[in-house]
Each structure stands twice: as structure tokens, then as C-alpha cells.
């Protein structure tokens, strides 16, 4: 079954840009579904950021959208995220996701484990 | 802070039955299918519950999912210690645009 890696830095600088990859492996990305991306403060709850297609259409959280880009690289069967002007409010684990059905824009089956990103100077 | 709440906490003595609500709109509970999650400590989220009431594979039986109106319920009967964790449901947002997860529950087995 399909399996996800979050990785990128562990440490951002407030008003940098937080990058993150998911590698996807045992299934191609291009063959279908959306992917998503959603996050979690410490000891809070989850919010989700934003989810892609690998033909392109996109949808993303309106409170992040300004400040959000998700791709997709299928030649390395993996997707990105990037999140702009980041701050202390942006710390926390993210992960990369892909829903049950390939017909879902979200309703996530298949998990990553997660990456912790800090902001701090 | 979500448009979807939920209670922050819910108990109950092992092989109890207890039972989290989950209230939103006309937006999103009201007008798509609920999704439940499970979160064990230090984990990443689990799915499950798909479709209101539908188990997502390898889920056990004890869970159990109900939608009414603009609000959805999580059940978890003969309650166990492995059971304890945060609870979160989610549903698509028509006005959002987007995924709305729930505010959470942590469950304590007592």
C-alpha cells in the first residue's frame, strides 16, 4: 500500500519560507488522487493546509492561501510544500497525506509520519 | 478556531460505551460526509470512520459513526485502554472551500 516521507528543515527563520517534500512510494503519483498537506501546533488540533492534484487543480485552506504553494513533481513521484512568511504561529508537525478514494479531495487514509517544524531565530 | 467543535474531553471505565459529538453546519456536516480520525499519543492521525458510518479497513467494530442534520456522533463501545487518544472530525466546507477538521476530544479510560 501507498506509503509517505515528509522531509525538509526542522528549523525555519520567522519571515522565511518553510519548504517540505513528501516522497511517495508503492504508488504513482500521476496515476490519480489528491494530495494533501495538514498541520498540527503542539498540543493542539489539526488544520488542514491545502490538497493537489497531479493534473494541477488545487485546493487550499483560505486563511493560508496567501501565503501557500503545493506542486507536484511526478518524476520524482513526490509533492511539495511551500508556506511563505512564516512565524511562530506556523510551528508544528506537518504532514503529507492521500485520501482513501481517488475521487476525495481530502477524507486522508494513508498517512505520513510527520516532520516538527520549528520557527525561531 | 474551527467552525466544527466538538467537546474537549470524554470518559469512561474500560468496556464502557462512550460517545463524542461533533456539531457544525449546513456547510459541511450538514451538506457532506463526516470523517473521524484517531490520534494516539505521539502518532500520526488515523482514519476511522469515512462516509458518516462506514469503518475504514482494519477498524474494529466497537467504533460506530451517526450523522443528524448538521451534527455527527463517534460512538466507541466496550471501551479499552488502547482507545485512549483525541478524536477528531472533519467534513468539506461549501462556504470554506476547503477541509474543516473538528476542535477534538481527547478520550481518558478510566
Known amino acids: 500500500q501507498v506509503q509517505l516521507q515528509e522531509s525538509g528543515p526542522g528549523l525555519v527563520k520567522p519571515s522565511e519560507t518553510l519548504s517540505l517534500i513528501c516522497d511517495v512510494s508503492?504508488?504513482?503519483?500521476?496515476?490519480?488522487?489528491?494530495w494533501g498537506w495538514i498541520r498540527q501546533p503542539p498540543g493542539k488540533g489539526l488544520e488542514w493546509i491545502g490538497s493537489i492534484h497531479h493534473s494541477g487543480s488545487s485546493y487550499y485552506n483560505s486563511s493560508l492561501k496567501s501565503r501557500v504553494t503545493i506542486s507536484v513533481d511526478t518524476s520524482k513521484n513526490q509533492f511539495s510544500l511551500k508556506l511563505s512568511s512564516v512565524t511562530a504561529a506556523d510551528t508544528g508537525v506537518y504532514y503529507c497525506?492521500?485520501?482513501?478514494?481517488?475521487?476525495?479531495?481530502?477524507?486522508?487514509?494513508?498517512w505520513g509520519q510527520g516532520t516538527l517544524v520549528t520557527v525561531s531565530s | 478556531q474551527s467552525v466544527v467543535t466538538q467537546p474537549p474531553s470524554a470518559s469512561g471505565a474500560p468496556g464502557q460505551r462512550v460517545t463524542i459529538s461533533c456539531s457544525g453546519s449546513s456547510s459541511n456536516i450538514g451538506g457532506h460526509t463526516v470523517n473521524w480520525y484517531q490520534q494516539l499519543p505521539g502518532t500520526a492521525p488515523r482514519l476511522l470512520i469515512h462516509?458518516?458510518?462506514q469503518r475504514h479497513s482494519g477498524v474494529p467494530d466497537r467504533f460506530s459513526g451517526s450523522k443528524s442534520g448538521t451534527s455527527a456522533s463517534l460512538a466507541i463501545s466496550g471501551l479499552q485502554s488502547e482507545d485512549e487518544a483525541d478524536y477528531f472530525c472533519a467534513a468539506w466546507d461549501d462556504i470554506l472551500n476547503g477541509y474543516v477538521f473538528g476542535t477534538g476530544t481527547r478520550v481518558t479510560v478510566l
Open positions: 508503492d504508488y504513482s503519483i500521476s496515476s490519480g488522487y489528491y
Open positions: 462516509s458518516h458510518n
Open positions: 497525506a492521500r485520501p482513501r478514494q481517488n475521487s476525495d479531495k481530502a477524507c486522508f487514509a494513508y
